[in-house]
């Protein structure tokens, strides 16, 4: 154990996919361990049985890795498997006992249900605290909340108090033996060092009764921070009912991991300055808990396939044609892809669209109905393409520049821009009005087969 610096974690529940918000967490605490020369422990809380699966925690290792939060760096510790450490979270549950911290009670919650009704209380009103039950099956180990309140000191919030008397006696240990969240997640963290707990904010209600625990074990509590959380465009907590939550969907769908750490780092937090894109070493080295922003943070889709698009901008052409590679057909020729590449990189903004935009290179035309009618039931489309057969057969040098010049000087007497004037060409070559330059694309395709589908599509029209 490295115990020289401060020591995170981060605790995730293997019950289902890898959400975006647990990413930002991880990257939170991962950005401080480096920067402060402390320890990332990963700690796999797995202990509801019934909603863990082996695969969710294959899918948080590999996420972490995806990530770049690297398991094999001197900064990194574990995984941790909480089911390992029953006994040793019922031993203190034990200790808490025997000092007097916490008490059994057998009352079930139908049984408190009735009886707090019957008083015209809220929940559990500590009914068992004097009756001095010895453990046994059946009862619950409750910890007995002390008068008063409790200052959480808050990194991201300030000091946050909590009065106890909305607290009520909370449950450790279940009457089956098992130990609660707050029990395990506290005695974990002792037993693992853990000096700053770096969290999503939805645990804040947890933290005066896991503080109360730390005291009562004779520990001074972690650091703590809570950080918002990520909402949706409604301004709705992210759900996984919802919203895309799973990080292996945007991985899966052609987002860099570059782009999404730097992406969820911004999230709520800036460098200070209008810069947004940013290299992970100094985001590490100007991230701050105090300048995470309090206020809930938007994860906008579109901002980051804009992020994603920067940085598919800032690859070499050749670092841009590997990154493509897994997303496009076998059958399809690299070096005819490597031609159209860079025509593609400056507009691209997640790889999975890439066999899309240019498929039409690979697989012959296709007509897009919609833009077949936008750009072919025209007058002058006929004529464009008959004009364009006729120039295009006779050129002898097939470059982009040279294919531009030409219907340059055939649109002159159409009285049209170019933009409308290569619409018809487009169309009969792509099949659609949109993609990649289109010159640049005919040189690729060549010019026996840019004539055989500008022919095809000029008999296509009736007139
Ligand atoms: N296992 C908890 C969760 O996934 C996290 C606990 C913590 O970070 O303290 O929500």
Redesign the pocket.
């Given at each position: 154990m490295n115990s020289s610096g401060p020591r995170f974690?981060?605790?995730?529940?293997p019950?289902g996919y890898f959400h975006v918000g647990?990413a930002r967490?991880a990257l939170f605490n991962w950005a401080l361990a480096t920067s402060t020369g402390g320890t990332f422990v990963l700690r796999i809380?797995d202990t509801d049985e019934a909603r863990n699966r082996p695969e969710w925690t294959d899918g948080i290792l590999s996420a972490l890795e995806w990530l770049g939060i690297d398991s094999s760096s001197p900064t990194f510790e574990g995984p941790y498997f909480q089911s390992s450490y029953a006994d040793e979270h019922l031993r203190a549950a034990d200790r808490l006992f025997e000092n007097g911290y916490a008490y059994y009670c057998e009352m079930s919650p139908d049984d408190i249900a009735q009886r707090a009704k019957a008083e015209g209380v809220t929940g559990y009103n500590g009914w068992s605290r004097d009756l001095g039950l010895e453990p046994g099956p059946g009862r619950v180990l409750r910890f007995k909340v002390p008068e008063g309140s409790t200052i959480v000191r808050d990194q991201v919030r300030g000091d946050v108090e909590f009065d106890h008397s909305v607290i009520e006696d909370f449950v450790l240990v279940r009457s089956n033996g098992t130990p609660v969240?707050n029990l395990a997640?506290v005695v974990d963290?002792m037993s693992m060092g853990i000096t700053n707990?770096i969290?999503?904010e939805?645990?804040l209600p947890?933290t005066p009764k896991q503080q109360m625990i730390w005291t009562a074990l004779d520990r001074e509590p972690p650091v703590w921070g809570h950080v918002p959380v990520l909402v949706n465009e409604q301004r709705k907590k992210l759900s996984k009912r919802r919203d895309k939550v799973a990080l292996e969907q945007y991985r899966d769908e052609g987002i860099l991991s570059d782009a999404m750490v730097n992406y969820l780092m911004t999230l709520g937090w800036s460098a200070g300055d209008d810069r947004e894109i940013l290299p992970w070493d100094e985001i590490t080295s100007l991230f701050a808990l105090g300048d995470v922003n309090l206020s809930p943070a938007f994860f906008d889709v579109k901002k980051l396939a804009a992020f994603n698009g920067e940085y598919i901008r800032m690859m070499s052409e050749d670092e841009f044609a590997a990154a493509c590679d897994p997303w496009l057909p076998d059958d399809w020729d690299r070096a005819t892809f490597a031609a159209i590449a860079p025509h593609v990189q400056p507009r691209l903004v997640t790889f999975s669209e890439v066999s899309g935009v240019v498929d039409f290179i690979f697989n012959g035309v296709e007509y897009d109905e919609a833009s077949w009618d936008k750009v072919m039931t025209t007058d002058v489309a006929a004529p464009l393409l008959d004009e364009s057969i006729l120039r295009y057969s006779a050129v002898d040098n097939w470059q982009a520049d040279n294919l531009k010049a030409i219907l340059e000087h055939i649109m002159e007497p159409f009285g049209l821009k170019l933009g409308k004037a290569q619409a018809p060409v487009r169309v009969a070559v792509t099949g659609r009005t949109v993609g990649p330059p289109l010159f640049e694309s005919l040189e690729v395709i060549g010019q026996s087969e840019t004539l055989s589908r500008l022919r095809h599509a000029r008999g296509r029209i009736s007139t």
């Open positions: 974690r981060f605790a995730p529940s019950t647990g967490t809380e969240f997640n963290d707990v969290r999503a939805e645990h947890n």
